[in-house]
């Protein structure tokens, strides 16, 4: 079964920085993505960065040039987050989508970590 547990998620005053984990688990299919993704109250939630098989890399305008996103071997994957403004405020959730064969694909979603960044 599959498993995405978040951390690193907290309370940071603006231009502060936070990294944040999620460390994925029983995966038996190829990885064809990691990705964070933010819910703002009242707003739906959105793609930040996502982190492609071949280790390319997506933001969305709002955080690049302060946002990183990495992965290790181990089916981890981090967000660096810096200089972090009131509007990143949101629950962030961690994402995977699968390659189960066939050319079917399927997603995967952690609990999400609040990130709360004060002004």
């Known amino acids: 079964q599959v498993q995405l547990v978040e951390s690193g998620g907290g309370l940071v005053q603006a231009g502060g920085s936070l990294r944040l984990s999620c460390a994925a688990s029983g995966i038996i299919f190829r990885i064809n993505s990691m990705g964070w993704y933010r819910q703002a109250p009242g707003k739906q939630r959105e793609l930040v960065a996502v982190i492609i098989s071949d280790y390319r890399t997506n933001y969305t305008d709002s955080v690049k040039g302060r946002f990183t996103i990495s992965r290790d071997t181990k089916n981890t994957v981090y967000l660096q987050m810096n200089s972090l403004r009131p509007e990143d405020t949101a629950v962030y959730y961690c994402?995977?989508?699968?390659?189960?064969?066939?050319?079917?694909?399927?997603?995967?979603w952690g609990k999400g970590t609040l990130v709360t960044v004060s002004s």
């Open positions: 994402n995977t989508q699968l390659g189960v064969g066939l050319g079917s694909v399927r997603d995967y």
